[in-house]
């Protein structure tokens, strides 16, 4: 009968190989000495061709052997990646993980972790919803996996990647005399009384930097502490504000205008924030993922919405 090679023969062989000796593989490997020749010798009938060559002390690979240690790395690298694939999935069956997110995401966040939730039900998830400058203390103190954020922080060292687009409108109450007009300077929309967020808010900071690029005054009325005041405060004609239009996202099409205002909508991205240089676990990497690929299924981010 036809003797095959077996997986314990390449081991020891790629070893061989590796060191150049069969000392040091028999060391390495906990084996006798004697036990790796005699596999070898094995090893070398079975190929029927010799794979090493003993040149005084040292052990040289003969052309057969360059291509069995070829041969062998490639099978344990497949090897390897299928423990791997093993272990992430064991890994998938139960664990945390831990999100925070500004409270703009929260119009989205929730559905996206219940998506996820529902493919992994082993998973516990948790969503902490906080203005900019708290889940940046957040990160800072690295009290979740990951930081879900409409702009990556400057002055801290992380990884961030875009997943998802997030046009900020400027919105007013359906009668605004303003809600027909198209390409509204910007020097016209500071006339309006503005309903700012809160400070600490990543959308009050994206609104003040724009209009501090174009040296204009920007005079808020009132300052409220989340998107649903502010929308509440439109509504009864307080004034105008810039919001991201997810926070549109269970109001019927008609109530809000969005006004037509020259450098809106300001194109900004959701981003997956964690410490650089951190090591994420297996489930954060699941849910990045999957986060990544909402932006693959929804493709490139348009200039205008
Ligand atoms: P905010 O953040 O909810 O704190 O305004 C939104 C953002 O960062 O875009």
Redesign the pocket.
């Known amino acids: 009968m036809r003797h095959h090679t077996t997986f314990r023969q390449l081991e020891i062989f790629e070893a061989i190989a590796r060191l150049g000796s069969f000392t040091r593989a028999a060391e390495e490997l906990y084996l006798t000495q004697p036990t790796i020749s005699m596999q070898m010798k094995k090893l070398a009938d079975i190929v029927g061709v010799p794979l090493i060559e003993q040149v005084g002390k040292k052990v040289q690979l003969t052309d057969a052997g360059r291509d069995l240690a070829q041969a062998s790395r490639e099978v344990f690298g497949v090897m390897d990646r299928f423990t791997m694939a093993v272990a992430e999935r064991q890994g998938l069956k139960k664990g945390r993980l831990a999100l925070m997110a ?3 995401a929260s119009y989205f966040a929730p559905r996206l972790l219940g998506e996820f939730a529902h493919q992994y039900p082993g998973i516990e998830v948790s969503l902490k919803v906080t ?2 400058e708290q889940l940046l203390e957040g990160l800072a103190d690295r009290l979740a996996d990951l930081y879900i ?3 990556p922080p400057e002055d801290v060292a992380v990884e961030a990647r875009p997943f998802m687009c ?1 046009p900020l409108v400027v919105l007013a109450a359906p009668g605004h005399p303003l809600a027909g007009a198209e390409d509204i300077p910007l020097a016209r929309l500071a006339e309006e009384p503005w309903l700012l ?1 809160e400070p600490g ?4 900071a ?1 609104v003040e930097r724009l209009f501090a690029e174009e040296g204009i005054e920007l005079r808020p009325r009132m300052a409220l502490g989340s998107n649903e005041a502010i929308k509440q405060a439109i509504l009864a004609g307080l004034g105008i504000a810039v919001m ?1 239009s997810h926070s549109l996202a269970l109001n019927p099409p008609g109530q809000f205008a969005v006004l037509k205002a020259r450098g809106f909508p300001i194109c ?1 991205q959701w981003y997956a924030v964690y410490p650089a240089g951190r090591e994420l676990s297996v489930v954060a990497r699941a849910f990045l993922d999957f986060l990544l690929d909402q932006e693959r299924s929804q493709g490139a981010c348009p200039d205008t919405p």
């Open positions: 500004v409270s703009t203005n900019r954020l409409g702009q997030n967020r808010s990543g959308t009050r994206a991201s900004r």
